[in-house]
């Protein structure tokens, strides 16, 4: 095997998670951030079963279970009235069916977690404050060329996120697609949350156009709270603070328990939600993509983060079965997973419809879907959290 690591552009629970994996494997590791601190936005992140596996594989489930809590139950109630639409158990019922738990975690926490079991390895290296600007494809390697100068390696993996630059030169099918929808996200603690707003649950309110997130984090002890709503005032990035005026407005007159939650928070983050069209290579050579870098996704099923890692534990199988051969790897990989991805994708921009839906559509959501059994949404989750092998491949 050569000397030469395999490089992986970014650090965020993509590149940690593939680190962690290749490293694992005995694979030598560069990763390269572009931020001079490594870190996580201050918010939450939901765990499926599928991620909670993929945490087993990659040794890191003690760590995650000590920062993570547990709902006991997934709900959407109407933005306006507060009739429940759906309600899902996550108990005993859930576990029994996906062999895991439902979790959400802190994001930081989840980062570190996987920064330092990756750091703990003596295969991976980590640079940050280094920005990779573009790659060449060697006869053995790449060249990845950096703003403080050229690095080689076996190969090169893009986990460099939504506006990936590995990516724009690799695929180079331009920016990503604006969706219209902002995001406002903040945390509160828990001592601010009334008791009846769900301490133990993950709650969506859904409104025309506008939906609220919220559940607990840390052990219980901070409180996670997200608004989307439609907007084309910002055509694309971001900006570091949301305008809480403007929220109030776009969620008045909805019921008072959303109005609460809005009004109790001063500061927001704010994003720019944006995804892409699927797509079903993303590896040529000796480099690939992976992550929100090869399908990102609106956040609406909360799998962003989960198909990330499930990517980078099918990657380091993959390496590891091809006797040295990465480019026989780099091209299956994508095989083993576009159709997953690619359903996550499609899924999502569906569920935002239905979360942000008005009129006979509203009206139809509220019939509908409160008919369901439980069984029955279990069984419409069985693609997601069971369609995957401890391997990361898709089982179509
Ligand atoms: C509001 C919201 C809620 C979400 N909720 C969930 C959820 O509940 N569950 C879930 O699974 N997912 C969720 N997601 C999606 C999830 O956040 C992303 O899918 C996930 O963070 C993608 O990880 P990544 O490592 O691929 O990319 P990123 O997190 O974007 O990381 C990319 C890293 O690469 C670095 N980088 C970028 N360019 C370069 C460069 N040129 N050189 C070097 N470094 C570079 C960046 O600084 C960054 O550290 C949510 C997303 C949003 C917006």
């Known amino acids: 095997m050569s000397e030469l690591p395999i490089l992986i552009a970014g650090g965020g629970i993509g590149g940690f998670a593939a680190a962690l994996a290749l490293g694992r494997k005995g694979f030598p590791v560069k990763l390269i951030e572009q931020t001079r601190e490594f870190g996580e936005v201050g918010a939450g992140i939901q765990l499926g079963p599928n991620i909670m596996r993929m945490f087993d594989v990659l040794g890191v489930t003690k760590e995650i279970r000590s920062a993570a809590v547990y709902p006991d139950m997934l709900t959407m109630r109407d933005g306006f009235n507060g009739q429940p639409v759906v309600e899902i158990p996550l108990g005993k019922d859930f576990e029994t069916h996906f062999g895991r738990r439902y979790g959400v975690i802190f994001r930081p926490d989840l980062h570190n977690a996987l920064i330092e079991a990756a750091s703990s390895l003596p295969t991976v290296e980590t640079v940050s404050g280094v920005k990779v600007e573009g790659f060449r494809q060697k006869d053995n390697g790449v060249s990845v060329l950096t703003d403080a100068g050229i690095l080689d390696g076996q190969a090169l993996i893009g986990a460099d996120g939504l506006w990936s630059s590995v990516r724009s030169q690799l695929v180079g099918d331009g920016q990503p697609r604006v969706a219209g929808h902002i995001a406002y996200r903040a945390v509160l603690p828990i001592e601010d ?50 305008d809480p005026e403007e929220l109030a407005e776009r969620f008045s007159g909805q019921h008072p328990d959303v109005r609460s939650m809005i009004d109790k928070i001063e500061s927001w983050r704010m994003w720019v939600l944006c995804d892409r069209d699927p797509i079903s290579k993303w590896s040529d050579g000796r480099v690939t993509l992976l992550g929100d870098a090869a399908h990102p996704t609106l956040q609406y099923m909360a799998q962003g983060a989960n198909m990330a890692v499930e990517d980078a534990v099918c990657l380091a199988h ?79």
């Open 318 to 396: 993959l390496l590891a079965i091809c006797d040295g051969n990465i480019e026989r790897a780099f091209a299956e990989y994508p095989t083993k997973r576009y159709l997953r991805t690619a359903r996550v994708q499609l899924t999502s921009r569906f569920y935002g419809d239905i979360f942000h839906a008005a009129g006979p559509a509203r009206d139809l959501r509220n019939l509908i879907l409160p008919r369901r059994t439980p069984e029955q949404a279990y069984q419409g989750m069985a693609w997601l959290y069971g369609g995957v092998t401890d391997n990361g491949e898709q089982i179509i």
């Open 193 to 242: 949350v009334p008791e009846h707003m769900g301490q133990h649950r993950v709650t969506l309110w859904a409104g025309p156009k506008t939906h609220l997130v919220t559940y607990p984090l840390r052990r219980g002890e901070i409180f996670n709270v997200v608004a989307v709503f439609h907007s084309d005032r910002y055509e694309q990035g971001w900006n570091v603070y949301g």
